[in-house]
């Protein structure tokens, strides 16, 4: 298996362009977790999805961020418009229950400008 | 708010010797996990005990949970180079009403020096 894959890598944008990062999770898993990671705030979860459907959004701090997942093999994570405070590490993380180990993608590395 | 803490923030060791590493959380957990991160990549899952586990091995790794203390430890023996990392722990929090939500602590970061 492939792992999870994010898209892209890295990302370089302006104050108020709309930055999309992407998610394909490992097949088979059913819950998707999207995180972000600053060195000040450390690891935080921003939404989980669980068969597709949003469980939880709490974590995500303005409207400016969105989040679906039309199906079970992707997920995307919106920034609109993005801010200079939004510069982290993204990450998505898949399970195949809710409450089972997590699998981690290699991150988007976003700044934003 | 985060619900584990690790200690010490950063940990200096030589390659042979043990490096041990603690985790405090605030509420009633159902199961704790570690995890590790390298430089510039995602976490990736070291081992997990439940709330009714005290003491678990895997490999060279030796983690304990003390419910009573609202805390773990992580033991890594014999550590390698290879071993350098951020190490982390986490702990869910069952809110109910089918939510669920894995919170982070900020990480041990794990230097071994050849």
């Known amino acids: 298996d492939a792992g999870v894959i994010q898209s892209p890598r890295h990302e370089v944008t302006e104050m108020g362009q709309e930055v999309t990062l992407r998610c394909k999770p490992i097949s088979g898993h059913n819950s998707l977790f999207w995180y972000r990671q600053t060195m000040m705030r450390g690891l935080e979860l921003l939404i989980y999805f669980n068969n597709n459907v949003p469980i939880d959004d709490s974590g995500m701090p303005e409207d400016r961020f969105s989040a679906k997942m039309p199906n079970a093999s992707f997920s995307t994570l919106k920034i609109q418009p993005s801010e200079p405070r939004d510069s982290a590490v993204y990450f998505c993380a898949s399970s195949s229950r809710l409450e089972g180990t997590q699998y981690f993608g290699p991150g988007t590395r976003l700044l934003v400008l | 708010s985060q619900q584990g803490e690790e200690d010490p923030q950063a940990l200096s060791i030589q390659e042979g010797e043990n490096a041990t590493m603690n985790c405090s959380y605030k509420?009633?957990?159902?199961?704790l996990q570690w995890y590790r991160q390298n430089s510039g990549r995602g976490l990736v899952h070291l081992i997990l005990?439940?709330?009714?586990?005290r003491e678990k091995h895997s490999g060279r790794l030796r983690v304990t949970l003390d419910t009573s203390k609202k805390s773990s430890s992580l033991l890594i023996t014999a550590s390698r180079a290879a071993d350098t990392a951020s190490y982390f722990c986490?702990?869910?929090?069952?809110?109910?009403?089918?939510?669920?939500?894995?919170?982070f602590g900020k990480g041990t970061k794990l230097s071994v020096i050849p």
């Open positions: 986490a702990t869910d929090a069952n809110s109910g009403a089918g939510s669920y939500q894995l919170t």
């Open positions: 509420t009633s957990i159902n199961n």
């Open positions: 005990i439940r709330s009714n586990e």
